[in-house]
């Protein structure tokens, strides 16, 4: 008969102490983490100081230094979502599902400052907050279905059906990035085209441009630092449960 | 006599009672593998698998699946209205000019450039004449216009055809994706659409 033990040894004192590496840093991520930081302070100082406000828009160009960017992260964690929900469904490694899930919350968190800034945008572009046009349409679907993942990683089941099932989400759900990118190409509407993936816009000159890149180049930074981050804490929480299931079992055995 | 320490063994109020009786009851409500005290007994612990009839109860389980729900009826309503209205956002002047009849009084988005020079104030708002594709049409706006509203930008008007011109009540900017530094020289194509419109009128 054979014992699934824990991947970490369970010093008998476990009861009290439950999570022993209480850290999710190391000295990659303080590198990373620090490198982010300066990203974050260069980017005000270029994107909101020493760029020129658009002959059109005027300050309200300054929005796109970050709407472009946090888009950007959303949509690469969402690929990095579908790709580890493969490789789950594949190995059926609990590797796969926690950073499924942990891309897919951070996902959704950039994807909402997305569609937060984007509507600050549009108060003042357009005129009005929101309208029910194409791109904001396939932006809102693409939205509430990885609300829906999250959600559907919350009901209660065993941990190997939420993992197959979520992961069979996280594969469908990408399907609605292209069709949310093109949409702008596809239909008519309010949002106007592509501003950098795929056509870097030839408008875009000098430092405009350079604010531009450098928030991408931030923000997918600041993106796969907290990935790392949630990822490690989302597998320490892993294995403080079954600690304590560990230490629960232990607990029973020497009652009796 | 009849009180002695040792002849009260039936008082439930009694310490060493009440101990034995609590012992007597884990015992009897522990299940049955691991009553016997056996160092085997391994068989009714499966890891968190164990654990799920208890917390499909819980609140947590009804807050998800009750989120759940609510997020798959917003994803059909959406897709249902949405992307239906979606597909047409709006009509170019010239094509709402060619279905006129059709859209009269159907409340419709209509988009063009607005018509250099054209603009002049009204009592409630702005007249101005929009144009695309050389069709153009009078407008009648209620409300002020938008900080950016000029002949420089697309708009898409929302309202609809009364008689020969088109009433609205809102104005959208349709910015493109055009950047520049402040630089007046700069030529679009919506904006050399424009001048054009604006030099045949």
Do not use: C
Not at chain 1, 170 to 191: M, S
Not at chain 2, 122 to 129: E, I, K, L
């Amino acid at each position: 008969m054979t014992i699934q033990q824990p991947v970490e040894p369970v010093p008998p004192t476990s009861g009290a102490r439950v999570v022993a590496p209480a850290s999710t840093s190391s000295r990659g991520t303080r590198i990373l983490g620090f490198a982010v930081l300066a990203g974050l302070v260069a980017l005000v100082v270029f994107g909101v100081f020493i760029s020129p406000p658009d002959a059109e828009l005027g300050e309200t160009i300054r929005i796109l230094y970050m709407h472009v960017p946090t888009v950007s992260a959303a949509y690469v964690a969402f690929v990095i979502t579908a790709i580890a929900s493969g490789m789950y469904l594949w190995r059926r490694s609990e590797f796969w599902d926690l950073l499924g899930a942990s891309s897919a919350e951070l996902g959704v968190l950039f994807f909402g400052l997305t569609i937060f800034n984007g509507m600050m945008w549009g108060k003042i572009t357009w005129g009005v907050f929101w309208r029910w046009e194409p791109r904001l349409t396939t932006t809102t679907v693409l939205f509430l279905t990885y609300l829906g993942y999250l959600a559907v990683r919350q009901v209660p089941t065993n941990v190997r059906t939420r993992a197959t099932v979520s992961a069979v989400i996280g594969i469908l759900a990408v399907v609605n990035i292209p069709i949310t990118h093109k949409a702008v190409d596809w239909w008519r509407g309010l949002h106007q085209e592509k501003t950098i993936f795929g056509t870097v816009d030839p408008d875009m000159r000098g430092t405009q441009l350079f604010s531009a890149y450098l928030g991408l180049v931030v923000f997918l930074g600041l993106f796969a630092w907290l990935l790392i981050h949630r990822f490690r804490l989302a597998w320490l929480t892993e294995r403080a449960e079954d600690r304590g299931l560990d230490a629960a079992i232990a607990e029973r055995r020497a009652e009796a | 006599m009849d009180v002695t320490p040792t002849g009260r063994p039936d008082d439930p109020e009694s310490s060493d009672a009440a101990e034995l009786d609590g012992v007597d009851h884990d015992v009897a409500d522990v299940d049955a593998p691991t009553s016997a005290g056996s160092p085997l007994e391994l068989t009714p612990q499966t890891g968190r698998h164990a654990e799920t009839a208890d917390r499909r109860r819980s609140p947590k389980a009804m807050v998800a699946v009750g989120a759940l729900v609510v997020i798959v009826v917003a994803l059909g309503a959406v897709l249902l209205t949405g992307l239906r209205d979606a597909s047409t956002f709006f009509y170019n002047v010239d094509e709402a000019d060619q279905q006129r009849d059709e859209l009269s009084g159907d409340r419709i988005r209509m988009q063009g450039n607005v018509v250099p020079d054209s603009v002049e104030r009204s009592a409630d708002g702005v007249r101005f004449v929009i144009a695309y594709n050389g069709v153009e049409v009078p407008v009648d706006h209620v409300g002020d216009p938008p900080e950016l509203f000029g002949p420089k930008i697309p708009v898409v008007l929302e309202g609809s055809f009364t008689g020969d011109r088109f009433s609205s009540d809102e104005i959208l900017i349709r910015h493109d994706s055009a950047y520049d530094e402040q630089n007046p020289d700069r030529v679009r194509d919506a904006q050399r659409d424009a001048d054009q419109q604006g030099g045949a009128g």
